[in-house]
């Protein structure tokens, strides 16, 4: 049974970083892509970010675009998200996700539980 288990969150201020780091484990296979999404307070999930796993293609919502960079290691089965000059806006419960197959960037398989991002003003 895969299991992702995000971490790395917390409180900052406004114009600090943070960076989420979400562990993958019970892998039977390759995965094909990892992205990043987060749901604020009585909003919908959105996307954030995604990154093939293989070729490492990076894909990024345009609120963040400049300011978070996804990456992955794939020897540590571990998939990053560097989160600089956050914004209140930027918080956020924030999951990580797995997709196995080729497919469309916002759907995915498999869910952590998400990490409490906090940016305070």
């Known amino acids: 049974q895969v299991q992702l288990v995000e971490s790395g969150g917390g409180l900052v201020q406004a114009g600090g970083s943070l960076r989420l780091s979400c562990a993958a484990s019970?892998?039977?296979?390759?995965?094909?892509?990892m992205g990043w999404f987060r749901q604020a307070p009585g909003k919908e999930r959105e996307f954030v970010a995604a990154i093939s796993w293989r070729g490492g293609n990076t894909y990024y919502a345009d609120s963040v675009k400049g300011r978070f960079t996804i990456s992955r290691d794939s020897a540590k089965n571990t998939l990053y998200l560097q989160m600089n000059s956050l914004k209140p806006e930027d918080t956020a419960v924030y999951y990580c996700?797995?997709?196995?197959?080729?497919?469309?960037?916002?759907?995915?398989?498999?869910w952590g539980q998400g990490t409490q991002v906090t940016v305070s003003s």
């Open positions: 019970g892998r039977t296979f390759s995965s094909y892509a």
């Open positions: 996700a797995e997709r196995i197959l080729p497919g469309n960037v916002y759907d995915y398989d498999y």
